[in-house]
C-alpha cells in the first residue's frame, strides 16, 4: 500500500486549498481514511476522517470537507477561509478497517506529508 499526497503550498488567510492523497493496492472507497496535521513544536492531530460517515475536528467544522472519489482512488481533503493556525504538515491516512476513530496510532498506512502555510 502506498499513499503519495499532493496539493498544498502557502496561501493568505481566508484563501483555499485542496489537498489529494493517491492511494495504491488500497481501496479507498472500502475502508477508512483520515486527515491529520502536525504543526511546528506541537503533537500530530486528527483533523477529518471519512468511512460510513464523515467526521470533523472542531478545528475543521464548516470549513473543510473531506471526500473521496473511488473512481480514481483519491482522497482529499478541501480547506475554506484558511486560518494562520491552520499551518502545519498534513498527513492522509488509511485504516484496514471501515469504523473510523480519530487515534493516530488506529491508522496503519500514511502519506508522506505535505506543507500547508497560512499567512496573515
Known amino acids: 500500500v502506498k499513499l503519495v499526497q499532493s496539493g498544498g503550498g502557502s496561501v493568505q488567510a481566508g484563501g483555499s486549498l485542496r489537498l489529494s492523497c493517491a492511494a495504491s493496492?488500497?481501496?479507498?472507497?472500502?475502508?477508512?481514511m483520515g486527515w491529520f496535521r502536525q504543526a511546528p513544536g506541537k503533537e500530530r492531530e486528527w483533523v477529518a476522517s471519512?468511512?460510513?460517515?464523515?467526521d470533523y475536528g472542531d478545528s475543521a467544522e464548516g470549513r473543510f470537507t473531506i471526500s473521496k472519489d473511488n473512481s480514481q482512488n483519491n482522497l482529499y481533503l478541501q480547506m475554506n477561509n484558511l486560518e494562520p493556525g491552520d499551518t502545519a504538515l498534513y498527513y492522509c491516512?488509511?485504516?484496514?478497517?471501515?469504523?473510523?476513530?480519530?487515534?493516530?496510532?488506529?491508522?496503519?498506512?500514511w502519506g508522506q506529508g505535505t506543507q500547508v502555510t497560512v499567512s496573515s
Open positions: 471519512m468511512g460510513y460517515l464523515r
Open positions: 493496492e488500497y481501496p479507498v472507497g472500502t475502508y477508512c
Open positions: 491516512a488509511a485504516k484496514t478497517i471501515r469504523s473510523c476513530t480519530r487515534l493516530e496510532a488506529d491508522y496503519t498506512f
